[in-house]
């Protein structure tokens, strides 16, 4: 993995006339003072009408004032509405002329990063159901949540947009049912579960082949061609990471941290910068894993260990036991809908 | 005037320092100070009089004499007593009620300062009239006061009134929708809470209204637009109520509505009427000579034994859901 196909939360890649532009926008609907929003984030009102880029941490700073500030709590729903097609261009445009589901879902894949920097997505499919597990791709931290629901939101309404009807997705939120349900029962719906151990949007696989409204395959062609100009890192910082951690189980810090081409130190310095520590990432990794081949794949535990590559039965207990609270056969029990 | 561009307070220090975290336009007007010349020039006149009055006619007592606490005292009064002035002139209309409010307190800030400056000043004989008069405008101001405040009494029952529909019996000025101006959800499930809880038997019905298609009115028009469109419906929506009821906004264009001792058929036909005056109203968006006709799905439920605010809640939104679902599935 070269060094370029990554960013970091402090590298300057995420065009301010997109997000940055929607949430000036909406702070200025709500009669909030156009200075105070902008505190604290290094970003200037001229910004937004420029080509300038800002960082992953410029704009969670952005997005913190601007919930702070704007009156009620739907700041990040009616954010999430405007998100798409806003002003994403090729992106959009490559999205909205999509066959159907399965491939506007293929096309995210590709551009995910310019559309949304800060969550990865990792799909994972059963028998019946798409099951996504969402994670932080760049040290979100206290606005995890305010980014789950904005992007949540707009992955409603985008998907509404494009086949002209609402689908029912099912959204487990890492985080604890908040006061302000009404929002996410009018925005989201009503298949919703909170404090979960891991963040997944899951829907039926039926859905994948319903046909988009306006579907073209030589307007989505060209789109996609203008889509690759695009210089932004398809990875966050701490995405890679946990890509190199599931695909090398046995890495530890310092043969990770080399195959950044960093020297350990550097690249602790680096994952503090994140918020986060090596061992806590390796959890993370295990813990989903775990979660969805024994949760949601049902495997046994022999076949599940042996998919993340541990050598005894036992040590595997004891890591999921740390990682989820419970042991494998409980795992097995809570079912996912 | 509150989509207007122009924000005379965003640049305003004071207030900022004084409130802060939201903008100034929500929790304070100042736009009012500038209706109200007259009574500010009245306070003014009465500061100032009692100043030059007071200090001009007396000479500066030695340090040794003054009595530190009395100051503390007496200024503190002064000073509040012009606070309150300085806050009725910024949360109140011109009108009879507020001249007499503010007279009432200059008069009492007269008395006030001259009873403060009385601390640092010596009087010969030729100015004890003025020590003599100190406390008549202060009871002056006071009867204009109590005046001024049963007359407030009997304005706050008229606005009680006004406000019937948007409010039921008890008054949080921090759950109110910022866009609407109706009461959030939040007041929504203590107002059914406090249903629920009266009466042994809950008789009281629940409707949830949503508009059709608003993202695309949204997506069309712009979101300004959106949102007044939204205040526009909701005065339709109080005007189509009976005064016992209850409407707040729920979530994005969801609002919902509470009928008291209502049955379900009569809370279905309010609601069916309120579809009715809706699906009548051309909205004209930017001014153009466009109009734009809205309709609504509603669904309602009525309580029912052992029914709690949240489950009640969920089997309205469900039910809206799937009207919504419903229609979408036939055009």
């Known amino acids: 993995m070269d060094k370029l196909s990554f960013f970091s939360i402090d590298d300057k890649v995420i065009p301010a006339h997109q997000l940055a532009a929607s949430l000036l926008d909406f702070s200025r609907s709500r009669q909030v003072n156009k200075h105070k929003v902008l505190r604290g984030t290094g970003i200037f009102n001229e910004d937004v009408i420029s080509e300038r880029k800002l960082s992953a941490r410029q704009l969670l700073q952005l997005m913190n004032n601007a919930r702070s500030l704007t009156p009620g709590n739907d700041c990040a729903f009616l954010l999430g509405k405007r998100l798409f097609p806003g002003t994403y261009g090729a992106v959009s445009n490559a999205l909205t002329h999509s066959r159907n589901l399965a491939d506007a879902f293929r096309i995210l894949a590709q551009v995910r990063s310019q559309i949304c920097p800060f969550l990865t997505v990792n799909r994972y499919s059963t028998e019946n159901s798409q099951y996504w597990v969402i994670t932080d791709a760049v040290g979100c931290e206290e606005q995890f949540q305010f980014v789950a629901e904005l992007y949540c939101t707009a992955l409603v309404s985008a998907v509404k947009l494009l086949l002209g009807q609402r689908i029912p997705f099912q959204f487990n939120f890492p985080f604890a049912r908040p006061k302000y349900i009404q929002e996410y029962e009018v925005h989201l719906g009503h298949r919703l579960a909170f404090s979960q151990p891991v963040m997944s949007i899951s829907f039926d696989k039926k859905w994948l082949s319903t046909r988009c409204v306006n579907h073209s395959d030589s307007l989505k062609w060209y789109a996609l061609r203008q889509c690759r100009h695009v210089t932004m890192p398809k990875l966050g910082f701490l995405e890679a990471i946990r890509t190199v951690i599931s695909q090398h189980h046995q890495y530890g810090l310092q043969k990770v941290a080399e195959h950044f081409a960093m020297s350990t130190s550097s690249f602790k310095r680096k994952l503090k910068q994140h918020g986060y520590s090596f061992q806590q990432l390796q959890d993370e990794v295990g813990k989903q894993q775990a979660i969805y081949l024994l949760q949601v794949q049902q495997l046994t535990n022999e076949e599940s260990a042996s998919m993340m590559q541990f050598s005894d039965i036992p040590n595997f207990r004891r890591s999921v036991k740390r990682w989820t609270g419970l042991t494998p056969s409980q795992l097995r029990l809570t079912t996912q809908s | ?331």
């Open chain 2, 1 to 331: 005037m509150l989509l207007s561009q122009y924000d005379p307070c965003a640049e305003c220090k004071v207030c900022q320092h004084i409130f802060g975290p939201y903008d100034m336009r929500i929790n304070m007007n100042l736009s009012l100070l500038a209706q109200h010349q007259r009574l500010f020039s009245v306070a003014c006149a009465s500061l100032t009089l009692s100043l030059t009055l007071s200090i001009g006619l007396g000479q500066a007592k030695a340090l040794a004499d003054i009595s530190w606490l009395d100051m503390i005292g007496e200024g503190s009064v002064a000073l509040l007593s012009l606070a309150w002035i300085f806050f009725l002139l910024v949360s109140r209309p011109p009108g009879r009620v507020t001249s007499a409010l503010v007279i009432g307190l200059s008069c009492f800030l007269f008395s006030a300062v001259l009873d403060l400056v009385d601390e640092v000043m010596f009087y010969e004989h030729t100015a004890t009239g003025l020590s003599m008069i100190e406390s008549i405008p202060s009871g002056i101001g006071m009867l204009i006061m109590s005046y001024a405040l049963y007359q407030w009494h009997q304005e706050q029952l008229i606005l009680n009134k006004q406000l019937q529909k948007r409010e039921s019996n008890s008054r949080e000025h921090d759950q109110v929708d910022f866009i609407t101006a109706l009461y959030s959800a939040e007041y929504m499930r203590t107002q059914i809470d406090s249903q629920l809880q009266n009466s042994s038997s809950p008789g009281f019905s629940v409707v949830m209204l949503d508009i059709n298609n608003f993202d695309l009115f949204n997506r069309q028009y712009g979101h300004d637009q959106g949102d007044h469109l939204l205040r526009e419906l909701s005065d339709i929506i109080l005007m189509n109520l009976r005064s016992t009821d209850l409407a707040c906004r729920y979530a994005g264009d969801r609002f919902i509505l509470l009928f008291p001792d209502t049955d379900l058929r009569t809370a279905e036909q309010i609601a069916e009427q309120i579809k009715l005056a809706i699906a009548n109203i051309a909205f004209k968006p930017n001014q153009s000579g466009e109009s734009v006709y809205h309709h609504l799905t509603f669904a309602a439920e009525s309580a029912i034994t052992g029914d709690a605010s949240d489950s009640i809640l969920q089997r309205v939104n469900r039910r809206l859901d799937m009207f919504k679902q419903h229609g979408q599935a036939h055009g």
